[in-house]
């Protein structure tokens, strides 16, 4: 059995500061980036996932963490027991390594999933693939939140509310789509001690591309360029003798 997280970061935007205008890199990386705060969800799971789909009742055990709490939050995981799975790994798998610091397991992106399996829902985001799963619908409160930052939202109670929960009804949706879709990925490997579907492990290893980039720098090639590099301008500073 495995320890799946599922997570939905929510943050300060406006109308020039958003992924609408900016590349995740830019936007995570900004000095503008405030974490509002964090929906999130434990479940047990095995993997691979028995070929049934979705059967069960929509389960809504998604909880709100604000920012500043997330910290703690995260201290007391086993990280390197959890799975991280959100809609967009890209995005919140990059909050949660560029501003806690923080790898798991294993990560899963239930949208790159979406978008594999579900081409009849005619777009991959949550609220497409909700509805064609038959899913409860997400809300739209986050329109109402531009501009705003946590200090700002929480002096309205009851928006805060909304907010929240739509935040968590996206986290559920994406555990959600998760059942619904987790048996049609085949094949197993091992990762260490268990088994896993074959295709998350692709899956793991195009985020960690995006999330963790590495390079391998040819030293010798480099050496070889600086050197011309260096030749090359000793020349033409001799020109300037004349």
Known sequence: MLTILTGD?????DR???????????YVAHSLFECIGMSVRMDTIKLPMPATGHNRAWSAKARWVEGPDLPKLFAAIDWAKTIFMSHNIGFDGAILKWRYGITPMLYIDTLGMSRAVMPAAK???LERALAHIGAPPKGNALAAAIGLRLADIKRNPQFYQTYKTYANRDCDGCFWLFEEMAHQFAGTRGVGKIHVNEEFILMDMVARMTINPQMRLNRSMVQTYLNKVRTSKAALLTTLRD
């Open 9 to 13: 970061f929510e943050s300060y935007y």
């Open 16 to 26: 020039d500061y958003s992924l609408r205008n900016m590349t995740p890199v830019e």
């Open 123 to 125: 777009g991959a985001s």
